[in-house]
């Protein structure tokens, strides 16, 4: 006699739930190590990684399934990746761009 276990989602939702935004969360934790770059000081550098998060978000939604990507997914995949990896090419295009005093 086999029993069979029932899914995650039923046995412990909020791990479930949190396993399926791992994407948003590692790119929200590579932003705020950017911002907290930026706070002490290291402008430049915090503006590149945060802007490296975002090119690496737009990685991810293009890559992962609908299903594990999460609230990664806000509009359609063409649009969150044109968007994502566009603002965060500008972002490290300006930073690196702007001459240091």
């Known amino acids: 006699m086999t029993t069979t276990r029932p899914p995650l989602y039923v046995r412990r939702p909020f791990l479930a739930g949190l396993i399926r935004q791992l994407p948003l969360l590692a790119v929200l934790a590579a932003v705020a190590v950017g911002l907290a770059l930026v706070t002490i000081e290291h402008w430049r550098m915090g503006l590149i990684v945060m802007g490296l998060a975002l090119v690496g978000g737009a990685l991810l939604r293009l ?39």
Do not use: E, Y
Not at 80 to 87: Q, R, T
């Open 63 to 101: 890559f992962l399934p609908v299903r594990r990507v999460g609230f990664l997914a806000v509009r359609s995949r063409p649009m969150d990746v044109v968007l994502m990896s566009g603002a965060g090419l500008a972002l490290v295009v300006v930073s690196v761009a702007i001459p240091s005093a």
